[in-house]
């Protein structure tokens, strides 16, 4: 009998972790439904984020981390040039906790960034497309789906994030 009880523990646990892999790639996952705020405090569920058919960028970032502002100010540079050749969108979603996260309007205005910001207070999107580091970038494709990620940031990985987008307006398939 004590096996018995053993054996379906230990399929509990195991069916249980199955699916879990905090390592688990997202690729070809569609957004999960979870509350997020705009900039002037409105509620948005993320599975309703789209871009009409066209690629989007899902950036997760912080006030506080230098090589997020790096990569977002780099890509804000060049945005406006962005959307005219390839129609994508950026959304740049703020960790900063409820704390700081009034600070991120006025922070955004002054770097003069034109792509979308959003607010992830709690952290529920962030945890949601298991982000551990930032700044973590996701490209989803014109379906909504994750194609593509990257963590960190070194100078000039912007480009390869636009090379990607080309790709996907292009129809190839991102390896």
Known sequence: MKNIVLIALFSLLFLNMEGQDPKQSSKGRSLPSVELKTLDRKTLLTDTLSNHGKPM?????????????????????????????????????????????????????????EFEVLLDPNSD??????????PHTFLLDGNGKVVWQHTSYTEGSELELIEMVRKLNQGETIQ
């Open 125 to 134: 999107f962030k945890r949601a497309m298991n982000v551990n580091l930032i």
């Open 57 to 113: 960028i899902i950036s997760f970032w912080a006030l506080w981390c230098k090589p997020c502002i790096k990569e977002l100010t780099n890509i804000g540079n060049v945005y406006k040039e962005w959307v005219e050749e390839t129609g994508v969108r950026l959304i740049a979603v703020s960790i900063d906790d409820a704390r700081s996260s009034s600070r991120v309007k006025p922070f955004v205005d002054g770097k003069g960034w």
